[in-house]
C-alpha cells in the first residue's frame, strides 16, 4: 500500500479557507487522477495528467484547482468549498493513460470534512 | 457513453462460503476493459482482477473469478472460501481500450459485502 501516497488523511476545513490536498506515487508511472467518491454514487473522475499535462477536467468548479509539478507529484488546491464537496478525495496513477490498457492504482484517500 | 450497474447495493455471506457480486454494463464498444476493485473498511482500493474483452477465457485470482458473458454485457465476481478480510466494498469499473477522454475507467455504484464469522 505504499505505492500511491495520499497527505493528509483526514481534513476539517471552513468554507473560506485554503488547504491543499498532496498525491505521491513511486511506481514510475506517467498519469496521475483526482476522484471524489461521495456515498452511494460512482467514483466522479475530477481531472486526469499524462506527462504532467493536464488531459482532462471533469467540469470541476474552479474553487478545485489541480497542480502537477512532476510525474510523481499531484496536487488539489482547495478554496471557498461549499458542504457538498464533503467526500473522499482518491488519488490514482497509471504506467500511461491508455484506457483499460493501464491499470489504476490508487492513494488511501483524503477524507474531506467542510464545516 | 458507458454505463456500469451494480445492482446490489449490500450483500452478506458467512465466512467460507461463496458468494457472487453483480456488474452489468453498456458500451458499444467491442474491445475493452473491466476490472473489479476492493476498497476496505478505511483503507486502499486495490484491484482483485481485470479482464480483456477480447479473451474468452475468464479471469481468476486465487479464491477470486470472474464469469464474463459479452453478449450479456455481465460480469459477475465470485468470492469463493469467504474470509473476514474479504469484508469491503467491491467497485466494478469498466475501461475502454483507447487513451483520453474516451478510455476513462467508468465505476459503478458499488457492493458492500459483509463477511459473517
Known amino acids: 500500500e505504499t505505492g500511491v501516497t495520499q497527505t493528509p488523511r483526514h481534513l476539517v476545513m471552513g468554507m473560506t479557507n485554503k488547504k491543499s490536498l498532496k498525491c505521491e506515487q513511486h511506481?514510475?508511472?506517467?498519469?496521475m487522477y483526482w476522484y471524489k467518491q461521495s456515498a452511494k454514487k460512482p467514483l466522479e473522475l475530477m481531472f486526469v495528467y499524462n506527462f504532467k499535462e493536464q488531459t482532462e477536467n471533469n467540469s470541476v468548479p474552479s474553487r478545485f484547482s489541480p497542480e502537477c509539478p512532476n510525474s510523481s507529484h499531484l496536487f488539489l488546491h482547495l478554496h471557498t468549498l461549499q458542504p457538498e464537496d464533503s467526500a473522499l478525495y482518491l488519488c490514482?496513477?497509471?504506467?500511461?493513460?491508455?484506457?483499460?490498457?493501464?491499470?489504476?492504482?490508487f492513494g488511501p484517500g483524503t477524507r474531506l470534512t467542510v464545516l | 457513453a458507458q454505463t456500469v450497474t451494480q445492482s446490489q447495493p449490500e450483500m452478506s455471506v458467512q465466512e467460507a462460503e461463496t458468494v457472487t457480486l453483480s456488474c452489468t454494463y453498456d458500451?458499444?464498444?467491442?474491445?475493452?476493459?473491466l476490472f473489479w476493485y476492493k476498497q476496505p473498511p478505511s483503507r486502499q482500493m486495490i484491484l482483485v482482477i481485470r479482464?480483456?474483452?477480447?479473451?474468452?477465457q475468464n479471469a481468476t485470482e486465487n479464491r477470486f473469478s470472474v464469469n464474463f458473458q459479452k453478449a450479456a454485457k455481465s460480469f459477475s465476481l465470485k468470492i469463493s472460501d469467504s474470509q473476514l478480510g474479504d469484508t469491503a466494498m467491491y467497485f466494478c469499473?469498466?475501461?475502454?481500450?483507447?487513451?483520453?477522454?474516451?478510455?476513462?475507467?467508468?465505476f459503478g455504484k458499488g457492493t458492500k459485502l459483509s463477511v459473517k464469522p
Open positions: 479482464q480483456e474483452a477480447y479473451k474468452q
Open positions: 490514482a496513477s497509471s504506467q500511461d493513460q491508455r484506457g483499460g490498457l493501464d491499470t489504476q492504482y
Open positions: 469499473a469498466f475501461g475502454g481500450a483507447y487513451g483520453g477522454s474516451q478510455g476513462n475507467l467508468i
Open positions: 458500451t458499444s464498444e467491442n474491445n475493452y476493459y
Open positions: 511506481l514510475g508511472h506517467n498519469a
